[in-house]
């Protein structure tokens, strides 16, 4: 009784395992989404950075705190998200209809790429940081901080 039990216990483990890892390849992007995605997450970042830039930098639209503290957690939250794991196997090259930019040096230089993209999510954490305090100053210091971040892993990695 006590053999039937514990053979009983590890075929539902057993089966419980494969349903997760079933589970979690089914919940995988393709190479093709990955790419749309990572885009699609540049691009809401880029869009934020615009409203914090016309806000606190130019000054071509007038200053409103409430909406550079939304912009600032946006790009944190969107830096923050795991967006590296959009750049899986396959997605160093156009698939579908779905162009990349990114260059192959990105996919041979993990270790480097993860720095700069640490580096990209502490700035992004202190440009949020920042438009907490109101303080324009500030914040405009810190979003040129995050931009020499942007402009680090593009100089390296991005395609023109």
């Known amino acids: 009784m006590n053999l039937t039990f514990t053979r009983t216990l590890c075929a539902l483990t057993l089966g419980a395992g494969m349903a997760v890892a079933l589970v979690a390849q089914a919940q ?45 957690r946006a790009i944190a939250g969107i830096a923050n998200s795991g967006m590296g794991a959009l ?27 993860a720095t700069l993209g640490n580096n990209m999510n502490r700035a992004a954490d202190n440009l949020l940081e920042q438009a907490q305090t109101g303080d324009q100053a500030k914040i405009r210091a810190a979003f040129g901080e995050l931009g020499q971040t942007c402009k680090a892993c593009h100089d390296k990695y991005r395609a023109r």
């Open 28 to 72: 995988s992007p393709s190479a093709e989404d990955q790419i749309k995605f990572r885009k699609a997450g540049y691009s809401f970042m880029s869009w934020n950075m615009g409203k914090i830039k016309a806000q606190v930098v130019d000054g071509s639209v007038a200053y409103d705190p409430a909406q550079v503290e939304a912009a600032a």
């Open 87 to 113: 750049f899986g196997p396959g997605t160093d090259e156009d698939v579908g209809d779905q162009r990349t930019r990114a260059r192959p040096e990105l996919f041979q230089n993990f270790p480097d790429v």
